[in-house]
């Protein structure tokens, strides 16, 4: 991946990102140039200081020939439902909390 003749671990600087995250998105689409399969996959990014949950689907981009030359995807901002998630998760084991602590005296 090169933009504006900079590699992703390059721009990772810049923007600020862990470089642990730029080598998980490098890893990423390596597999899928390499594989030739999708990948879906949550990334997590620290962004301003807070932790920022994203969807991420990526396909190889084949040319005419079917040859892979590249890859091409989209990635949806998905904080908002993570933070659900987690919350009704906690939720969850709060309420079974007395049943689990009953079962265990009895």
Known sequence: CQ???????????IIGWDRGLSKSIIASNEYVINSGKNLV?????ELGGEER??????????????????????STEITD???????????KEKAEAPSRA???FI
């Open 81 to 91: 439902r993570k933070r659900l998630e987690n919350s009704l998760i906690d939720a």
């Open 41 to 45: 996959v949550e990334e997590i990014i």
């Open 3 to 13: 933009i504006l003749g900079k590699d992703l671990e390059e721009i990772g600087e």
């Open 53 to 74: 949950f994203f969807l991420s689907s990526k396909s190889p981009l084949r040319n005419t020939l079917v040859d892979i030359i590249g890859i091409v995807g989209i």
């Open 102 to 104: 009953k079962s265990e």
